[in-house]
């Protein structure tokens, strides 16, 4: 945990931006089971609880009244039983005391204290509610049903976490290098270990072992893959062969929960072929001029805009799109190739804040996210402000099926080569992955090492440790 002071503190922020006065309701989350009751998913606090509170146990919920300033711990001392299954804890008033919580209250409290602050005409300010048992508690103790939570969230709660949250910290900024120094190992590991032969889980199971050992495990499900133009594939049965692409999309935890996220591409032989090398230097071009442009007062989404230009331009001079490469994006032909957006946020989750909604993290009033082919899959497109930390992570991919369709539809067909096109079906995906933090004057890339990036780096790496 942080001091008592940096938790005393955001929560005296988040009064002072929540003006329309009422309860702040933020529950912690509970175990989940996985295959069976006493049969749990590793537990996963729930971000916003964590930001305020730090308390990193399952069962709590807070109740922030802004009017008085009253705080409110609601949680159960653990009984004979649970010391006797899970071992000692702190007591609720030692873990209140910790965040700078002076009231404590039974957990089973919170639904009176729900119900009569919305019986008083209270307003209740929460969070969109992402899990199965928050739902039914917040439904049980506002009296809203289930399916139409969504529609009574507090908008103005909303706005006031992101506006915290999005600007980290020095002290946060610390955690999420040491979750970067983390991602390093988990990734230069998967290079030592890339070779034909080698299963894909084989690089899994390695590199979220090292999540594990030096953290609180992975900030995501690892995508380890030869077939990498599939883009979240979490498929580990591959055999990798000579001549593919290995992409490992990885990141860490800290003990306190903070993430990191990288992508790398290597050759499962140690040596890119020209085709390759081709490939990969269109999209370490587009990481490079994400990171050139990247300053407070930018527009993510210009920026995202700009790396799909350079991708669209490589792609042009080698035959696979054709035209004018700004007119291209402008009718997002690239698309085609890079169907995902630049990049997203990253804090206490990999996708930070992605809960309460993109609408407010990634966007705002002057940017509203587009529907528009090209833009449409970018989760952060507004201006960014010095403390943000972003994910930049363009890509481009052969995914024969989508291919064949835009070929069948003659969509954007003044742009695309599609006979070219065709002669990278068996190509795979290629994605570059750093963050980065946006500092007054620019932006620094984060981790006190970079990952191998080049392809001369990648191979002198590789070739290190193949004996
Ligand atoms: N790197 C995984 C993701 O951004 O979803």
Partial sequence: MFSRDTYTSRRAELRRRVTRGGIVLLPGNTESPANYPGNVYHFRQDSTFLYFFGLDLPGMAAVIDVDSGKETLFADDLS??????????????????????????????????????????????????YRAENKLFLSKATGINVDALPNHISVELALAVVSLRDKKSDEEIAEIEEACRIGYMMHTTAMKMCRPGIMEREIAGAIEGIALQYGAGVSFTSIVSQNGETLHNHYYGNTLSEGRLLLVDAGAETVMNYCSDFTRTMPVSGKFTTRQKEIYDIVLAANDRAFELSSPGKLYRDIHLEACTVIAKGLTELGIMRGDPAEAVAAGAHALFMPHGLGHMMGLDVHDMEDIGEKYVGYDLETRRSTELGVSALRMGRRLQPGMVMTVEPGIYFIPAYIAKWKAEGLNAAFIDFETAERYFDFGGIRIEDDLLVTETGNRMLGQSRVPATTDRIEEFMAEYRG
Avoid: K, N, Y
């Fill in 80 to 129: 004979m039983d649970d010391i006797i299954w899970t071992g000692p804890q702190p007591s609720v008033a030692e873990l209140a005391h910790r965040c700078g919580v002076a009231d404590t209250r039974p957990l089973g409290d919170i639904a009176e204290v729900v119900t009569e602050a919305v019986r008083r005409g209270r307003t209740v300010h929460f969070l969109p509610p």
